[in-house]
Structures are given as C-alpha cells and as structure tokens.
Nanobody, 128 residues
Framework: QVQLVESGGGLVQAGGSLRLSCTSSGGFFNNRIVGWFRQAPGKEREFVAAIKWDNRNTNYADSVKGRFTISRDSAQRTVNLQMNNMKPEDTAVYYC?????????????????????WGQGTQVTVSS
C-alpha cells in the first residue's frame, strides 16, 4: 500500500499562486497514475488533474485548465500541482491519490473510487 503526504497548502489572494507537492512512502509511485482531487465544504470530491508517471501524460478538469499544471519530479520523487491565477472557487481541501491500475482512460482516472491510496489532504484558501 502506497502512503501519500501532501504539502504546500495555505492562504493566497485571488490571482496568486501556490504549489502543492505529493510524496509517497518509499519515495516512488511505481510508474502508476497519480491524481489530484479537491473537496470544498458541502460538495463532493472532484477531479482536478492526473499524470501517468511513465510517459507523463496529463489531463485537467476544465475549471483549472490553463491555470494549473501537474508534473512529476523523478529526482525528488514527487508529484506537484502548480496553481496559478487562483480564484476563490479554488478554495478546498486538496488530496493526492495513487492508482494501482494502468488505466489511462478519462472516464476512469477522473473518478475518486478508481484510486487505491489517498493522502490526508492540505487546505487551500483563496481570498477575494
């Protein structure tokens, strides 16, 4: 079982930037898929972005496309989420997640129940 830890959350003004990082126990992601999700109070957990570790394929929710960038750092053994031009509606707890399957299919990797391990979450708050 892969254990994940997120870091980098905080408070930022609208238009600002934050960078989240996700590290795994043992320092590797086993060449699988890693996703970022977020959950605002009273709302369901929603897909933000995903990356396939081996070939760096990425995909994003429409709401963050062009503003957020997911990447992986082999040397640091992290998956990062760079968030720019942030908006108050980006306020949520952000989670990274790891999928044991190799299924790079959009209808699959955008679903929270497709993932096998989750971090504890990190709060991101964007003030207007």
């Amino acid at each position: 079982q892969v254990q994940l830890v997120e870091s980098g959350g905080g408070l930022v003004q609208a238009g600002g930037s934050l960078r989240l990082s996700c590290t795994s126990s043992g320092g590797f992601f086993n060449n699988r898929i890693v996703g970022w999700f977020r959950q605002a109070p009273g709302k369901e957990r929603e897909f933000v972005a995903a990356i396939k570790w081996d070939n760096r394929n990425t995909n994003y929710a429409d709401s963050v496309k062009g503003r957020f960038t997911i990447s992986r750092d082999s040397a640091q053994r992290t998956v990062n989420l760079q968030m720019n031009n942030m908006k108050p509606e980006d306020t949520a707890v952000y989670y990274c997640a790891w999928m044991a399957a190799f299924t790079w299919v959009q209808t699959y990797y955008t679903r929270p129940d497709s993932y096998d391990s989750w971090g504890q979450g990190t709060q991101v708050t964007v003030s207007s």
